[in-house]
């Protein structure tokens, strides 16, 4: 079983749906938690981290975790074609011990 | 503010020939530096870290090595290139916090060996 799991996608949306993207991970002993968001050819960029289950809200993305079932979620409301990227879930036990998982592939159209 | 450097973009180079990918990073001392690399609709893969001067650690044996001469400054380097090196090299660095930890990366150095 692979540490962290993502639908790869490709994954279309139109311009101002709500998306939303999932991870699961195996590894009890993660204990924070990010999303990292990749352009074509370029590296990947933090995008939010968190430490604890529940919701964080950062303008139009909220990433969720829930421990109790590993899973992870980031939702990005009023999408928009510069949001069109892979995304990455990460999620972290310790200092090196981060699991990128392959991302999903997203476009949104215009 | 801190920033990472990374070059080149792009390397085309043939089976057989020797790599240098260098990386430097301006506006913060002591990072922990590293270099991952991304195949194609795969997830990044750690090659090596460093947490240091002259400390480097190998996370997947290979036919790849780094240095890092300078607190800010790591190098990826081969002797040797094969085919399956060609893949998409990433420069990472991040301020040692456990777990934690947030990586910022490179732009990345895309490398075909042919």
């Known amino acids: 079983q692979k540490e962290v799991e993502q639908d790869p996608g490709p994954l279309s949306v139109p311009e101002g749906a709500i998306v939303s993207l999932n991870c699961t991970y195996s590894?009890?002993?993660?204990?924070?938690f990010m999303w990292y968001r990749q352009y074509s050819r370029k590296g990947p960029e933090l995008l939010m981290y968190?430490?604890?289950?529940g919701n964080k809200e950062d303008g139009r993305f909220t990433a969720q975790v829930d421990k109790s079932s590993k899973y992870i979620s980031l939702f990005i409301r009023d999408s928009q074609p510069s949001d069109s990227a892979t995304y990455l879930c990460?999620?972290?036990?310790?200092?090196?011990?981060?699991?990128f998982g392959s991302g999903t592939q997203l476009t949104v159209l215009p | 503010s801190q920033t990472i450097h990374q070059w080149p973009a792009t390397l085309v180079q043939p089976v057989g020939s020797p790599l240098s990918l260098e990386c430097t990073v301006e506006?913060?001392?002591?990072?922990?530096l590293y270099w991952y690399r991304q195949a194609a609709g795969r997830g990044l893969q750690l090659l090596f870290y460093?947490?240091?001067?002259?400390?480097i650690s190998s996370e997947v044996p290979q036919n790849l090595s780094a240095s890092r001469p300078q607190d800010r400054q790591f190098i990826l380097s081969s002797k040797k290139l094969l085919l399956s090196d060609s893949g998409f090299y990433l420069c990472?660095?991040?301020?040692?916090?456990?777990?934690?930890?947030?990586?910022?990366f490179g732009s990345g150095t895309q490398l075909s060996v042919l």
């Open positions: 506006g913060t001392s002591n990072p922990n």
């Open positions: 590894n009890s002993a993660f204990q924070y």
């Open positions: 990472a660095w991040s301020v040692p916090a456990g777990f934690q930890e947030k990586l910022f």
């Open positions: 460093s947490v240091g001067i002259g400390q």
């Open positions: 968190t430490y604890s289950s």
């Open positions: 990460v999620p972290s036990g310790s200092a090196r011990q981060l699991t």
